[in-house]
C-alpha cells in the first residue's frame, strides 16, 4: 500500500496552525513586511519544522485569504 502524502496547501495549512500555537515562529513571519521575503521566510522555517511546501503554495493561500477576506464586503 502506497501512503498518501499531504499536498503542498494542506501541508501549509497545517505550518500555519503551527505557527499560530507558536509565539515565538509567529513574530519570526509578523517581522516580514515584504511579501517576497514573507513567502520565502515561510518555506524556510516551514522545512526547519518538516512540512513541505512551495512559494507558490504560500502566494495561494494568501490569494484565497485575501478573496475571503474582500468578498465580505461585496452585497
Do not use: Y
Request: net charge negative.
Amino acid at each position: 500500500r502506497e501512503a498518501i502524502t499531504p499536498s503542498g496547501q494542506d501541508q501549509f495549512f497545517a505550518f500555519r496552525e503551527r505557527v499560530w500555537a507558536d509565539p515565538g515562529l509567529e513574530q519570526r513571519l509578523i517581522g516580514c513586511t515584504d511579501k517576497d521575503v514573507f513567502t520565502q521566510t515561510a518555506v524556510t522555517i516551514g522545512e526547519l519544522n518538516g512540512f513541505h511546501f512551495s512559494r507558490d503554495d504560500v502566494a495561494s493561500a494568501m490569494s484565497r485569504g485575501r478573496q475571503t477576506w474582500l468578498s465580505q464586503w461585496m452585497v
